[in-house]
C-alpha cells in the first residue's frame, strides 16, 4: 500500500486559494475556507444524524450505502452507530444544521489484507447544498488523524465504482485501488501516530466547539429579538 500523506500537509493545502467550484446543483460554490468546525457527534446526536440522512435523495443513498436504503434502512443505520467504539464527525451549517456527516468505524480484527493491522472504515455523506466545498476531503483528512490517534495501520473505504468523487478522495490520499465490478475497496496505510496528530485533534475539536456554542447563542439571540420586535 501507498503510505497516506501527512495531514499536516493537507490542511496546508486547503489554506491556498481555490477557485470556485459548482455544486450538485450546477451553482457556484464558494470555495472551503482553510479550517471547517469538525466537531465530534455523539450518542445524543443520533437524531440529527438521522434527520442528515434523510434529507440525502435516493441516488445520494445508493451512493452511500450501496442500496436504496429506505426509511427504515436509514432509522436501523442510525440506531446501530456505536459511539463507543466508532468515531463519527459532523459539519453544521450557521444555522446548525448538520450538512455532513462521516462515520469512521473499527473493523473487526483480522480485516484486511494484513490481519494483524488495525483496520477501520470511513464513510461520508454531504448534503447537495454544501457540494463543491470541499468537506468530502476535510472530513477524510480528519478521520485519517482520529484514526491514527486510534492506533490504526490502514483505513478501508467500501465505494460503489460509480461513486467517482469518493474513489478521488481515496486515490488523491495515495490509497490502493481494488475493484471488482460495481463495487470498490480502497486501502489507505497510515503511519503511526505522534504527539503531533493527538495535540492537532484536540485543539480542532476545542475550536469546532467554541464556534458551536458561539453560533447558538447568536441563534437564541436573534429569536430572542425577533420575539421582542415581532410579537405573536
Avoid at 440522512?53 to 443513498?61: F, G, S
Avoid at 436501523?76 to 469512521?104: Q, T
Wanted: with cysteine; net charge positive.
Amino acid at each position: 500500500m501507498s503510505p497516506a500523506k501527512p495531514v499536516t500537509a493537507d490542511l496546508e493545502k486547503f489554506g491556498m486559494q481555490v477557485p470556485a467550484a459548482r455544486g450538485a446543483d450546477g451553482k457556484v460554490r464558494a470555495p472551503v475556507s482553510r479550517w471547517v468546525p469538525i466537531r465530534t457527534l455523539k450518542a445524543r446526536h443520533r437524531k440529527q444524524i438521522l434527520d442528515h440522512l434523510i434529507q440525502l435523495d435516493e441516488h445520494d443513498r445508493f451512493l452511500r450505502f450501496g442500496c436504496q436504503a429506505p426509511l427504515e434502512h436509514l432509522t436501523r443505520y442510525a440506531a446501530s452507530i456505536d459511539f463507543k467504539r466508532d468515531e463519527v464527525f459532523g459539519v453544521f451549517n450557521r444555522r446548525l444544521r448538520l450538512i455532513a456527516v462521516a462515520h469512521l468505524a473499527a473493523l473487526p480484527e483480522g480485516t484486511g489484507p494484513a490481519p494483524q493491522v488495525r483496520t477501520m472504515e470511513f464513510g461520508v455523506s454531504v448534503l447537495r447544498e454544501a457540494r463543491g466545498r470541499g468537506l468530502g476531503q476535510l472530513l477524510f483528512e480528519h478521520a485519517i488523524m482520529h484514526a491514527r490517534n486510534h492506533h490504526a495501520g490502514a483505513l478501508m473505504i467500501h465505494a460503489l465504482t460509480e461513486n467517482r468523487p469518493m474513489i478521488r478522495i481515496a486515490l488523491r490520499a495515495g490509497a490502493r485501488l481494488e475493484t471488482d465490478g460495481p463495487e470498490s475497496e480502497a486501502w489507505l496505510s497510515l503511519p503511526k501516530d505522534n504527539l503531533g496528530t493527538h495535540v492537532e485533534s484536540s485543539l480542532l475539536e476545542w475550536n469546532a466547539e467554541l464556534v458551536f456554542r458561539a453560533r447558538r447563542q447568536l441563534l437564541r439571540l436573534r429569536g430572542w429579538l425577533r420575539a421582542l420586535f415581532h410579537p405573536g
